[in-house]
């Protein structure tokens, strides 16, 4: 197979973990922002994840560096470009990225100007690329609540025109859903989609509450399932999308490497699977290599891929017309 040439999907991408090094570097200048250094290879050593990462919480301390240039319309704009460039030129097909506005607010960006400093930068390189995309926007669990509604009600008028749907991240404690009702409730009578990172690390209960009590029609990672049986079973006879993270997943140590994935066992089992990159800068990935990993360890066919791939676009947040665009790549492929 021809990875780099395959049609691509990615529904699950994070904005700050997936900037250019270079772009790093560019920016503090223009900012004037200090920087530990001003070697390109020690500022990519700053921003991707060593091998020896020991969990989430310090596969998360690469996030510091790139947030802290993220804090004007025009870095938002140019680094939500450059991460969809990256991605046609690589033929992803079609890109749901997520982000914190919550997290770009330290110089006095208002929502409204975060959201759409991003959504601005993507429809830019749609113009240009043959490339489609939403935006998720991501609420950090590790910040207050008091601004979450505010977060929602500026992605509104966003809502199906490059914004799609409400997330929750960050470091996953058990039960972490309960305190988070009231808020997905409010984003789903906004007219919000729903995707929750849970089961990425910790228990699968998360998995089962976020689908449950938050109403999660896709969950982000959840390989937790595998050990928490009514969680399995609701995943499967709800036919929720898993937003797998293959690489990221060994890094964060949620798998001690690759062949302890169990994406193959969903997938033959009939869950909704799909392949993604998370973090293309700090897990040093792309959809390229992460479809080759996965078809090559777990020893996928090419209808496989193509299965997954049609799974991706059915679970995508995208339009209806958009979903047929995409599926006809895989006639032509």
Request: glycine share 6%.
């Amino acid at each position: 197979m021809d990875y780099f040439q395959l049609p691509k999907i990615d529904l699950h991408c994070h904005l700050d973990g997936s900037v250019r090094p270079e772009t790093l570097i560019d920016l503090a200048h223009q900012q004037n922002l200090s920087l530990p250094s001003e070697n390109i290879h020690d500022i990519k050593a700053l921003m991707v994840v060593p091998e020896t990462c020991q969990n989430l919480t310090e596969y998360i301390k690469r996030f510091e560096l790139p947030i802290s240039v993220m804090q004007t319309e025009e870095s938002i704009e140019r680094i939500s470009f450059e991460l969809f460039e990256d991605a046609a030129r690589e033929n992803v097909k079609y890109l749901e990225v997520r982000f914190g506005p919550q997290l770009h607010v330290q110089k006095g960006l208002t929502f409204d100007q975060i959201i759409g400093s991003a959504v601005r930068g993507m429809k830019k390189a749609e113009a240009q690329y043959e490339i489609q995309g939403n935006y998720i926007l991501s609420i950090l669990k590790t910040l207050p609540k008091d601004r979450i509604n505010d977060v929602i009600d500026a992605g509104v008028k966003y809502l199906n025109h490059g914004v799609v749907a409400f997330d929750l991240a960050a470091s996953e404690l058990d039960g972490f859903c309960h305190e988070y009702v009231p808020y997905a409730q409010y984003a789903i009578e906004k007219g919000y989609k729903i995707t929750i990172h849970a089961g990425e690390q910790g228990n699968g209960q998360n998995v089962y509450d976020a689908i449950s009590l938050l109403g999660a029609q896709r969950i982000g990672h959840g390989i937790a399932i595998k050990e928490h049986k009514l969680a399995y079973n609701l995943v499967k006879n709800e036919l929720i999308a898993l937003e797998t993270c293959p690489s990221s997943n060994t890094h964060t140590k949620a798998v001690a490497d690759l062949s302890c994935h169990p994406i193959k066992t969903f997938y033959n089992d009939g869950l909704m699977t799909t392949i993604n990159t998370d973090n293309r800068t700090v897990s040093n990935t792309t959809m390229t290599d992460e479809v080759r990993k996965v078809v090559e360890e777990f020893n996928l066919s090419r209808e496989d891929y193509f299965n997954i791939y049609r799974i991706s676009v059915k679970h995508s947040f995208a339009s209806e017309s958009v979903k047929q665009s995409l599926l006809q790549y895989v006639e032509l492929a």
